[in-house]
């Protein structure tokens, strides 16, 4: 088994300046807590929505890993808008395998979206997001992920490397069970450079400019045969000017 690479995590107040510098940037779970002016206590109530989530049946390679839902809101300052529910679409360009086509999953539900942290989640991300391009509205889509290893392995991103087509990708990390894998991988998307690491802390997060770096996510495997594993994510994303698919 390989040693995982730990995390180049910065502060909350380096989120921004290190976006801009290399176009990815890292959070520990307490600069995620302080980045978002939250206490553990409410990012951890957030964490049952998890049990909660159904079937992807738009695997290509028949896999039966991967469980989500979808929401859609348009975010401005401290702004909020829901959106009523619409498919997830990327093209072809962005996602080989499972693009151009129009997929709807399960919305999000209330509970989740009555959490006092849910908000305060879009409001911070879409903020890094005006960091990087300037104050606007952002087209935020939220996806609850569960990878998990009942079949033997999980696939995070079965795309293999890739870009999103948005602006600012937020990928935090809810929780890992009983597994080994799940290796953050972000590459430079014109260039040779690149960084490896494991994120194991709950509501650590990566956050990447979509317009500069490609990002893959190395399959989970149980830690022991027959014992279940998952890995949960929440992945924000923020698009200028609309939803990809208008």
Known sequence: MTTPFVPPAVAAAALAPTLIRQGYAVLDAAAVRDWLGLGADALAALNPAWDDLPLDEYLKDGGRYRRRRHGCFIVEGDRIAPVPPRAHYQPLEYNALHGGMRRWF??????????????????????????????????????????????????????????????????????????????????????????????TEPWSALLLDDTRVIHETTPIQPVAPGEPGWRDTLVLTCRAGGFLGD
């Open 106 to 199: 399960a919305p999000l539900t209330d509970a989740l979206l009555a959490q006092p942290a849910w908000p305060r989640l879009l409001q911070r991300t879409a903020a890094a997001a005006s960091a990087l391009r300037g104050a606007q509205p952002w087209y935020v889509e939220a996806h609850p992920f569960r990878i998990d290893t009942t079949g033997g392995i999980g696939r995070p991103t079965p795309e293999g490397a890739h870009r999103d087509g948005v602006d600012l990708v937020a990928v935090f990390l809810v929780g890992r069970h009983c597994i080994k894998g799940g290796e953050s991988r972000v590459f430079e998307a014109d260039g040779p450079n690149g960084q490896r690491f494991t994120l």
